[in-house]
């Protein structure tokens, strides 16, 4: 097993008749340590699978290198990487059976000696034979072996002989998923495996996934579009955009203090209501004619910005319905949807016409026009200035807030 480095590494399409090159990486840097399992998440278009394509060898980076364990990767091909990549469209051979499917990288392997060659050719031609007459190199053995451990892992023992055209969708995943285990490969590469399932058993084949690569301990790389999947399956998520590397860190790092407003709004659903405010004094926000007041981190930094205009973020979950007073903000239902455990209801506050959402318990009733006075918790606020970049993020490493450097 192995870690992976990706260093200053870049990558541009050529331009198609005349037209400009495409950077789709861009000088990326970053380690994913040895069993790490690191979520990657973006935008449509942002490169996460070009990224993955540049590990697996599919794609050759235009500068930069990739390091898997210790060993530079950029000209080694990809047969040779020792990875494994499982796709959305799960890529099985139709004609083979499940169990071929399965062992299909293990007798592809290239470092055989001739007598070992013809062991093997003899061993196979032999399988459709009696058991008796059946001749069994050391190697087909040890292949046999393979795949009856992982079809025992993923549940697939009474698939074997089924050809794919036989499986329902998540069956299928779980062959794509067997087959790069089978190979017990370095890295698993993994570009939204479970995209094309429906809502059930993509809950189940997420938890399966993690407890495997929990057992396996193989360093995974996953590109997803889920927020769940992002949430819970990874050690950590790369945020990035057009790109490059906007955030690197824990599920709960990146959801409490994202360093950006991009990940702000990316990580997190529904995102994060964003209002222009005015710092005022005493550790407070102003808001229209309101006076929000802030706790936490964020306060000690805001006495050196009293007077900017920023940008403030709080999360659904931050905003509370409370009996009307002069403090708190009015605002109008615009829509409520009952999520079974809560309540997601989109407002306009009336101070500066902003649309906020609020995360409440599912027995509060409310129905559109009504009005709610809400108050926003003090510790949730997040703040961000004109180019977007957070302030007073707290830095994970020393759990102590970062303060915003002044002109
Ligand atoms: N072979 C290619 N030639 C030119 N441009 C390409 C090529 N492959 C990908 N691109 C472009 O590179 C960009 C990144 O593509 P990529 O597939 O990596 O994005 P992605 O983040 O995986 O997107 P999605 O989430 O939609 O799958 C896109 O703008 C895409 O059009």
């Known amino acids: 097993m192995a870690g992976v480095r990706f260093e200053a590494l870049s990558k541009t399409y050529p331009g198609r008749r005349g037209s400009e090159p495409v950077p789709v990486i861009r000088e990326l840097d970053l380690s994913i340590e040895d069993g790490e399992f690191l979520v990657l998440v973006g935008p449509s278009g942002c490169g996460k699978s070009t990224l993955l394509r540049l590990l697996a060898g599919l794609e050759s980076p235009t500068a ?121 490969p370095a890295v698993f590469l993994m570009d939204e495996p479970l995209s094309n399932l429906d809502a059930k058993l993509r809950n189940s084949t997420r938890t399966r996934i993690v407890d495997l690569q929990r057992e396996l301990g193989t360093t995974t790389v996953y590109v997803t579009h889920d927020q769940v999947e992002a949430m819970t399956m990874g050690h950590r998520i790369a945020v ?14 990146l959801y409490r203090w994202p360093s950006n407003l991009f990940v702000a709004q990316f990580i997190g659903s529904p995102p994060m209501t964003m209002l222009p405010v005015v710092i005022g004094p005493g550790a407070t926000l102003l808001l229209g004619s309101k006076r929000l007041s802030v706790e936490g981190p964020l306060a000690t930094a805001l006495p050196v910005l009293e007077g900017q205009t920023l940008t403030a973020g709080l999360r ?80 994970p490493v020393t759990a102590g807030p970062t303060l915003p450097e002044l002109n």
């Open 240 to 253: 990035l955009n057009q790109g490059r590397l906007q955030q690197l860190g824990t599920p709960m790092e």
């Open 64 to 184: 930069g290198e990739i390091v898997i364990g210790e060993r530079p990767v950029s000209q080694v091909r990809p047969g040779r990487r020792d990875v494994a990549m499982v796709f959305q469209s799960y890529a099985l051979y139709p004609h083979l059976s499940v169990r071929d499917n399965l062992s299909f990288g293990l007798r592809r392997s290239r470092h055989r000696s001739l007598p070992q060659l013809l062991q093997d050719q003899l061993s196979q031609l032999s399988r459709g034979l009696p058991a008796f007459l059946r001749v069994r190199s050391p190697r087909e053995e040890l292949i046999e072996q393979r795949v009856h451990t992982v079809a025992q892992a993923l549940e697939l023992e009474p698939l074997l002989d089924r050809l794919p055209k036989e499986l329902s969708g998540g069956q299928k995943q779980r062959v794509a998923l067997g087959r790069a285990m089978a190979r017990k």
């Open 316 to 395: 659904p979950e931050g905003w509370r319905v409370a009996p009307a007073t002069n403090r708190n903000l009015p605002a109008s239902v615009l829509h409520c949807e009952v999520l079974g455990n809560e309540q997601l209801i989109s407002c306009r506050l009336h101070d500066g016409d902003h649309l906020v959402q609020v995360r409440t318990e599912p027995d509060l009733t409310v129905k559109p026009d009504d009005v709610l006075h809400l108050d926003a918790e003090p510790s949730g606020w997040r703040l961000f200035d004109a180019s977007g970049e957070a302030i007073a993020w707290q830095d």
